[in-house]
């Protein structure tokens, strides 16, 4: 679990811009039976939050094709006041997340920046897997309008509760129906620095992205006087050169470079160069946003990250900015203050359970209130012998349990 986005004359103490950065190890083992004081590891659900401080957490750095090490685009904010907040839900992310051990109940809260697949395909699995494992609440979106209604987040969410129909409608009769309810707040994704949210100290604002079609956003966070900055999929433009200048983190993307598009994603130089330059940003204009802009620490992402491509990247980064920088990966961790900034890496089981939050789950339907989604005629065709095979477990759990 090395950190193995810090360029080796960023590690340790440095002092960039008159500001201390802490990365990785250090301290003094007082004895033999004693702990390490500073590690490079997070483990989740260890630490609290103080009260001024942001744990910002990339749940997802990658691309829309699939990877096992990186999922697509999410990072999840969490703020010492205790509210947690979801900016993308890409492909995959969620095993991520899930593995952070967060009660369901507190992860409703999601910022779409755009509607790219790699940026909202886990909403599935938020939004089901959620629902299964203990949210009692309904999910709340917020994300931009399109052009047109039909390239909006509303349009997107309505149609994707449509798609999901079967899935929503068998597990309403099981469960209250209540947590599988998403409600959506949409902006105008032409709206500069505009509030889209604004509750208990928190601020987070959007400012448009020129990425592929009218639409895509970044998101300004605002808390305890810091300013985390999450910039969605974008060339560069002066909306983020403006109203992300001065932030505390300021996450941008990164994208591979043409000559890596061509050798090892199979694009032909015509569409690397497009996709690599025009549509998404090339490691050298990002390193230009980022001395511009001048953020305490800067993220690139949204390539896969491997020590070719990293390098590669790194190098382009370099000819224009040589300021604090992570180039993330999957389960990096930046814990945010005013005094310090830290990266670390997560530390977190395969195999982890959902954790149930305070509330108590709501009731199920009552019988007969919700229409039963299985037919006579299918369950006519149960199979005798297993209902016996099983008899003897089922009824002494049920009386265990006070059950009928
Ligand atoms: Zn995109
Ligand atoms: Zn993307």
């Given at each position: 679990m090395k950190p193995r986005t810090i360029p080796a004359f960023l590690t340790g103490v440095v002092f960039t811009f008159g500001i201390m950065i802490l990365l990785g190890a250090g301290g003094t083992v007082k004895s033999p039976t004693g702990t390490a004081p500073d590690r490079y590891a997070y483990y989740p659900g260890t630490e609290e939050l103080a009260k001024d401080e942001i744990r910002l957490i990339a749940c997802g750095t990658g691309l829309p094709a699939a990877r096992r090490d990186q999922a697509a685009t999410c990072f999840l904010a969490e703020v010492g006041n205790g509210d947690k907040f979801l900016f993308d839900v890409g492909t995959g992310s969620m095993?991520?997340?899930?593995?952070?051990?967060?009660?369901?109940?507190?992860?409703?809260?999601?910022?779409?920046?755009?509607?790219?697949?790699?940026?909202?395909?886990?909403?599935?699995?938020?939004?089901?897997?959620?629902?299964?494992?203990?949210r009692t609440k309904p999910l709340r979106v917020w994300g931009p309008n399109g052009a047109t209604p039909d390239m909006g987040t509303a349009y997107a969410v309505e149609h994707f509760l449509k798609?999901?129909?079967?899935?929503?409608?068998?597990?309403?009769?099981?469960?209250?129906?209540?947590?599988?309810?998403?409600?959506?707040?949409?902006?105008?994704?032409?709206?500069?620095?505009?509030?889209?949210?604004?509750?208990?100290?928190?601020?987070?604002?959007?400012?448009?992205?020129?990425?592929?079609?009218?639409?895509?956003?970044?998101?300004?966070?605002?808390?305890?006087?810091?300013?985390?900055?999450?910039?969605?999929?974008?060339?560069?433009?002066?909306?983020?050169?403006?109203?992300?200048?001065?932030?505390?983190?300021?996450?941008?993307?990164?994208?591979?470079?043409?000559?890596?598009?061509?050798?090892?994603?199979?694009?032909?130089?015509?569409?690397?160069?497009?996709?690599?330059?025009?549509?998404?940003?090339?490691?050298?204009?990002?390193?230009?946003?980022?001395?511009?802009?001048?953020?305490?620490?800067?993220?690139?992402?949204?390539?896969?990250?491997?020590?070719?491509?990293?390098?590669?990247?790194?190098?382009?980064?370099?000819?224009?900015?040589?300021?604090?920088?992570?180039?993330?990966?999957?389960?990096?961790?930046?814990?945010?203050?005013?005094?310090?900034?830290?990266?670390?890496?997560?530390?977190?089981?395969?195999?982890?359970?959902a954790v149930n939050g305070p509330n108590r789950p709501p009731k199920p339907p009552a019988p007969g209130s919700v229409p039963d989604p299985i037919s006579d005629f299918i369950k006519a065709g149960r199979w005798k012998p297993a209902e016996k095979a099983q008899a003897s477990m089922v009824n002494s759990f049920k009386k265990e349990h006070g059950l009928d």
């Amino acid at each position: 679990m090395k950190p193995r986005t810090i360029p080796a004359f960023l590690t340790g103490v440095v002092f960039t811009f008159g500001i201390m950065i802490l990365l990785g190890a250090g301290g003094t083992v007082k004895s033999p039976t004693g702990t390490a004081p500073d590690r490079y590891a997070y483990y989740p659900g260890t630490e609290e939050l103080a009260k001024d401080e942001i744990r910002l957490i990339a749940c997802g750095t990658g691309l829309p094709a699939a990877r096992r090490d990186q999922a697509a685009t999410c990072f999840l904010a969490e703020v010492g006041n205790g509210d947690k907040f979801l900016f993308d839900v890409g492909t995959g992310s969620m095993a991520n997340v899930a593995a952070l051990m967060i009660p369901y109940d507190f992860l409703d809260k999601v910022f779409l920046t755009h509607l790219h697949t790699d940026h909202w395909g886990d909403l599935a699995t938020l939004w089901a897997g959620g629902w299964t494992a203990g949210r009692t609440k309904p999910l709340r979106v917020w994300g931009p309008n399109g052009a047109t209604p039909d390239m909006g987040t509303a349009y997107a969410v309505e149609h994707f509760l449509k798609a999901y129909n079967w899935d929503g409608k068998t597990r309403d009769f099981v469960l209250s129906a209540e947590p599988g309810k998403i409600s959506v707040k949409e902006f105008d994704y032409k709206a500069v620095n505009a509030v889209v949210y604004q509750e208990n100290d928190v601020t987070i604002r959007s400012v448009p992205a020129i990425h592929a079609g009218d639409g895509p956003v970044s998101f300004i966070l605002e808390y305890a006087g810091l300013k985390v900055v999450i910039g969605g999929d974008t060339f560069p433009n002066k909306w983020y050169i403006e109203h992300a200048a001065n932030a505390d983190l300021a996450i941008h993307e990164t994208f591979l470079t043409p000559a890596d598009l061509v050798r090892l994603y199979g694009q032909s130089p015509a569409q690397a160069i497009g996709v690599g330059t025009q549509i998404h940003t090339s490691p050298q204009a990002f390193g230009k946003v980022m001395s511009t802009i001048k953020p305490r620490h800067a993220v690139g992402y949204h390539f896969f990250n491997e020590q070719a491509t990293h390098d590669d990247i790194l190098r382009g980064v370099l000819q224009t900015y040589t300021g604090p920088l992570s180039l993330a990966v999957d389960n990096m961790v930046w814990n945010i203050t005013k005094e310090k900034i830290t990266e670390r890496m997560i530390v977190s089981p395969d195999q982890a359970w959902a954790v149930n939050g305070p509330n108590r789950p709501p009731k199920p339907p009552a019988p007969g209130s919700v229409p039963d989604p299985i037919s006579d005629f299918i369950k006519a065709g149960r199979w005798k012998p297993a209902e016996k095979a099983q008899a003897s477990m089922v009824n002494s759990f049920k009386k265990e349990h006070g059950l009928d």
